[in-house]
């Protein structure tokens, strides 16, 4: 599948009553998990890792699999940035904290290369 097809089932199958942020806001944040995970392993569509990440970029089923997590966490802290900003306006801020969601990212940030590498494997 597309990333941008992937992008658009989360947003109007997954979460469409509780998404905040509009649909380009969202793939951006979806842009960015696959040039992260990009930096470790090749895309199918891009195998010489030149080509611009865009919603016409495909991501298999395995791929997002791995990449999916890294993709929520920049949703939600974009959405806890929206929301941290709407404080000046006396709106009641809900949810996680952009430092705490940071912290999580940083997390999977760090795993992420061991779950994308891959070798073939050679039988001698």
């Known amino acids: 599948m597309l990333l941008g097809e992937w992008v658009n ?11 905040m942020l509009e649909l380009p806001t969202v793939l951006a944040q979806a842009v960015r ?8 392993a090749a895309i199918a569509s891009a195998p ?9 970029t495909d991501v298999s089923l ?26 000046m306006q006396g709106i009641d801020v809900f949810g996680r904290s952009v430092s705490e969601i940071t912290a999580e990212i940083a997390s999977i940030e760090d795993g992420l290369p061991y779950k994308a590498f891959s070798r073939p494997i050679i039988n001698l």
């Open 9 to 19: 089932t989360f947003y109007t199958v997954e979460r469409p009553d509780v998404q």
């Open 33 to 40: 998990a696959v040039g992260f995970y990009a930096g470790y």
């Open 62 to 87: 395995s791929v997002w699999a791995v990449i999916r997590p890294l993709f929520l966490l920049y949703v939600e802290r974009e959405t806890a940035l929206q929301l941290e900003a709407s404080r």
């Open 48 to 56: 010489d890792n030149n080509q611009a990440i865009d919603a016409d």
